[in-house]
């Protein structure tokens, strides 16, 4: 991607503001976000700046930037990265011929030569004498069954023409440049993209939008019924049914039902208790039985270290006199 740069000096205004018409445009815009969110509009900002004066200046993304409360870098950043914005000067209106494919086999070069021998070489900055045109070569505008076509865009709106051919594109840059109206779409008059051959009619059959085509499906795709269709199987197997319960067993003479001894838990006896573990069970049954208290064993006092005593020496022999 080529690097995007404002224009010179010497063709930017002094200053920038926005129309009546473009302030209540800007108002729509700024009241679908947070007020802490402003910079959210920088796009829409942008685009309402180009509309009204053809292309974004410098003074244009200062005010953008005030009103969105974001640095002024920020917005130049936007806008030299997206080529919908123009940089610099452009006519009236700006003419954008599509170069793909499609456009290019029918016919797309002798619109270039066009624009080449009526308003000069393609670029944004190129504008013809008379101020009113500029042309580039854009790529695939999505119209690619009424080719070869252009994108006419200026402070009305941007505009499709269609099924153009050289002498067809001379005559709309002759009524623009007059002033006249121009008709959008097809200049061979078919309704869009319809066929060219009058004896052809295609997805004409009434059946094809009553429904009585369409048959009623027996399974859900993919579904299990439908996989095992697919296999041979029955999608609807009859389910077997489950034996009955058995009665509980009751009491030959009362015919009470007879129910298991209910388990209680360790922690549930020790709730009932008053103790917390098997211990203090055991005590607590203990006293009860025989109504005497356990008495703690009395503590002994410590023992003092018995001191040793050295060993007497025993004393040296002596040795006879001489």
Request: charged share 30%; proline share 8%; with cysteine.
């Amino acid at each position: 991607m080529s690097v995007r740069r404002l224009a010179a000096a010497e063709v930017q205004p002094e200053s920038f503001s926005f129309s009546k018409e473009s302030e209540k445009k800007i108002t729509f815009w700024m009241n679908k976000y947070p007020d802490d969110r402003k910079a959210s509009a920088v796009i829409p900002l942008l685009w309402l700046a180009q509309k009204q004066e053809g292309w974004v200046s410098e003074p244009a993304l200062r005010e953008i930037a005030v009103r969105c409360e974001m640095p002024y870098i920020r917005v130049y950043e936007v806008a030299t990265f997206y080529t919908m914005f123009n940089l610099e000067p452009v006519g009236q209106h700006l003419i954008q011929v599509c170069g793909t494919t499609p456009c290019w086999l029918r016919g797309a070069d002798d619109l270039k030569a066009v624009c080449e021998s009526r308003i000069g070489k393609k670029g944004r900055g190129n504008v013809s004498a008379d101020g009113k045109f500029s042309w580039e070569e854009v790529e695939c505008l999505g119209a690619c069954s009424n080719a070869p076509m252009v994108q006419i865009a200026n402070k009305d709106g941007d505009f499709y023409y269609e099924d153009l051919t050289a002498q067809a594109l001379e005559q709309i840059l002759d009524d623009l440049a007059a002033g006249k109206p121009v008709k959008m779409g097809p200049v061979t008059g078919r309704a869009c993209s319809e066929p060219t051959e009058a004896d052809v009619a295609v997805l004409a059959a009434a059946e094809l939008y009553d429904g009585s085509r369409a048959k009623p499906l027996p399974y859900l795709p993919n579904s299990p019924e439908a996989k095992a269709a697919e296999a041979g199987e029955d999608p609807h197997p009859v389910k077997k049914a489950r034996p009955a319960r058995k009665a509980p067993d009751a009491d030959e003479a009362g015919g009470a039902v007879k129910s298991a001894p209910r388990k209680t838990s360790k922690a549930a006896d020790a709730a009932k208790t008053g103790t917390s573990g098997p211990e203090k069970v055991t005590a607590k049954a203990v006293e009860k039985k025989t109504g005497a208290k356990k008495v703690p064993a009395a503590k002994t006092a410590a023992k003092k270290p018995v001191a040793k005593k050295p060993a007497a020496k025993k004393p040296a022999p002596k040795k006879d006199a001489e």
